[in-house]
Nanobody, 124 residues
């Protein structure tokens, strides 16, 4: 069992920055993938970014590439999502997820564990 706790969400003006954190505890496998997803009202949950614990390989959705950076601190079992140049369309609840993601790092069904989510609101 893995527990994930997100933090760092909030209200920010367009063009600003936020850093989300996801603290993981429990049975964490080095082969697992850690992902960030987001869900806006009335929309499906969508992939944002992912990172492999062991290799550090990173993956991004096209919509955030160049603006968001995912990173990890293995000693703290924590994954971060640095979000820069935020836009109103980035407004959503952001979720941290963990799973093997063997077939696809961008599909929510590949992840077994989820955090409760943290709200990010970007305004003009």
């Amino acid at each position: 069992q893995v527990q994930l706790v997100e933090s760092g969400g909030g209200l920010v003006q367009a063009g600003g920055s936020l850093r989300l954190s996801c603290a993981a505890s429990g049975r964490i496998f080095s082969s697992y993938c850690m992902g960030w997803f987001r869900q806006a009202p009335g929309k499906e949950r969508e992939f944002v970014a992912a990172i492999r614990w062991s290799s550090g390989n990173t993956y991004y959705a096209d919509s955030v590439k160049g603006r968001f950076t995912i990173s990890r601190d293995n000693a703290k079992n924590t994954v971060y999502l640095q979000m820069n140049s935020l836009k109103p369309e980035d407004t959503a609840v952001y979720y941290c997820a963990s799973g093997r993601a063997r077939s696809s790092y961008y599909s929510p069904i590949e992840y077994d564990y989820w955090g409760q989510g943290t709200q990010v609101t970007v305004y003009w």
